[in-house]
């Protein structure tokens, strides 16, 4: 977790402090709080104290900015893959004052902040209607639920770049509400991540899901990024009783499909023979 991170869609990932609490269903197999807990770190749950981190720590993104700047080509950072930058506690918010100040020393750096709680946004940043052109404001939208509570929020604050995360995407996600007949106060989508959960207790990720939200980004002109299947992959129909395979019912694509759980590094990130790789244009 830093520089030249592993998650496909940054360069780096910088993490403020270390913790969060459970808000939705996309929290249930939380990787965050699992890398925590195999650490040794008791960080997770409302109750827990955070971790933070020294001076050195938080100079690493200066070092980023000074490479993106001497390379002349910026770079993506990921704030935080190991917490919520707006989690309502008080205890973060010289934290987060100090993230704010970090971010405008870093103008070669875009910062991707992800949230599950777009209701605090407003409460916490120090922008209004100006935003820094290095900022990228997103939340995670892993069903139809959490799109129809989440996006009218996150999409009123006019950041350069507005993106989504889809993953784990746990249920058909209908955004045609927010592209195609998007009211006039609400800003645009500029980015959508999708990809299926990871791990031994993961749920599956139906490639209708999947195929919907591409085809709906590619009519709308929206970047899609397409990061994994996750721990389960479609496969053919089994022709004899197999424990690893399991059928579903796909509703976007109205018939049965099979899985089977082979893992992350083997399921790998091709969807309809394809990488999705796709980026909205820097600031």
Excluded at 26 to 52: I, S
Excluded at 263 to 283: H, M, N, Q, Y
Aim: positive net charge; glycine residues 8%.
């Amino acid at each position: 977790m830093g520089k030249n991170s592993s998650i496909e869609w940054t360069d780096h990932t910088f993490n403020p402090w270390w913790g969060c609490a459970h808000v939705s269903p996309g929290c249930e197999n939380c990787y965050a709080e699992a890398w925590a807990k195999r650490v040794g770190e008791k960080v997770w749950g409302a109750k827990q104290d955070r971790r933070f981190f020294t001076g050195k720590h938080w100079n690493e993104p200066l070092k980023w900015n000074a490479d993106a700047e001497s390379g002349k080509c910026r770079k993506r950072v990921f704030c935080a893959s190991m917490a919520d930058v707006f989690e309502l506690r008080s205890d973060l918010d010289e934290w987060r004052e100090k993230l704010w100040g970090l971010i405008d020393e870093t103008p070669s750096l875009d910062w991707l902040l992800l949230t599950k709680r777009p209701q605090n946004i407003g409460k916490k940043v120090p922008w209004t209607k100006d935003w820094p052109n290095n900022v990228w404001l997103g939340t995670t939208v892993e069903d139809q639920k959490r799109a129809d509570d989440r996006l009218p929020i996150l999409l009123q604050f006019p950041a350069k770049h507005r993106f989504l995360s889809c993953e784990p995407l746990l249920g058909r996600v209908d955004l045609s509400a927010w592209t195609r007949h998007r009211p006039k106060k609400l800003h645009g989508i500029d980015w959508v991540i999708a990809g299926g959960e990871s791990g031994t207790n993961a749920r599956a990720m139906l490639p209708g899901w999947a195929r919907k939200l591409r085809d709906e980004c590619q009519q709308s002109g929206i970047p899609f990024h397409f990061k994994q299947w996750g721990h389960w992959t479609p496969v053919a129909a089994p022709r004899n009783e197999k424990s690893t395979i399991h059928k579903f019912w796909d509703e976007v694509m109205g018939m049965e499909i099979f899985m089977e759980a082979k893992g992350k590094k083997i399921s790998g990130r091709r969807l309809d023979g394809a990488i999705w790789d796709e980026l909205p244009a820097t600031a």
